[in-house]
């Protein structure tokens, strides 16, 4: 094959990657965007407007307060202080977001997911159970991936799965996540669940769960 020829080969192979990449649709950035014809009528984008370059400073890039520990008195003894797009606008189209999480002794971040964000966690200090749930798999089962992490420790929960992380030291717990989206959203399963407004019907989790009114009632008042 003549040099001519390769080249001509692989210029059409760059050709129809760039078609592909640009064909594909951009990831949302939040729950749902209901489309308008008149964009008067907008209220929000995919994102946040960008403001204009010449009046950018470099605060619009900087946080403050992540060596700040959360408060943790609470029913799970832990806290999530969040920084996406909204509280540092220099993150805007990025596609990320970091996050610190305290823990109380025992505590816990119970389970959720991301359904915008992988999201890769690593213990600052004290020792966690962690783990994440895969989808439903072809024979109905979903499997679970736990570990220890101790100080130094990196874990990757992947996008959209089920996740938890449990402080299981008798000291304070600190980690650091990083979130592959601006916006990556979360869903607690008990309070989606359990706390939905309005609320799901009684006899759609009865029969989901396969317990009596009296359990799902007593469930929704602990959430």
Do not use: W
């Amino acid at each position: 094959m003549g040099v001519e020829l390769v080249l001509a080969y692989v210029a059409v192979l760059l050709a129809m990657a760039s078609t592909v990449a640009f064909a594909t649709d951009p990831t949302q950035l939040q729950d749902f965007c209901v489309g308008v014809n008149n964009p008067i009528d907008g209220v929000f984008v995919n994102g946040l407007f960008c403001m204009n370059p010449l009046q950018v400073t470099a605060e619009h890039f900087l946080f403050k307060g992540l060596n700040v520990a959360g408060n943790t008195n609470n029913k799970q003894g832990s806290n999530v202080t969040l920084v996406n797009a909204a509280k540092l606008p220099g993150l805007n189209t990025l596609g990320i977001s970091i996050a610190r999480i305290d823990f109380a002794p025992y505590g816990l971040n119970p389970p959720h997911t991301h359904p915008r964000a992988t999201e890769i966690l690593t213990v600052i200090e004290g020792t966690l159970y962690v783990g994440f749930v895969t989808s439903n798999s072809a024979n109905g089962t979903n499997q679970l991936f736990t570990k220890v992490l101790n100080k130094g420790d990196v874990f990757v929960f992947p996008q959209g799965l089920i996740h938890f992380q449990l402080n299981i030291g008798k000291t304070p717990a600190v980690a650091i996540s990083e979130l592959s989206s601006q916006n990556p959203g979360v869903i607690t399963v008990t309070n989606a669940v359990f706390r939905a407004t309005p609320p799901i019907s009684i006899d759609v989790l009865t029969k989901a769960f396969q317990v009596n009114k009296k359990v799902i009632q007593y469930l929704e008042t602990q959430c």
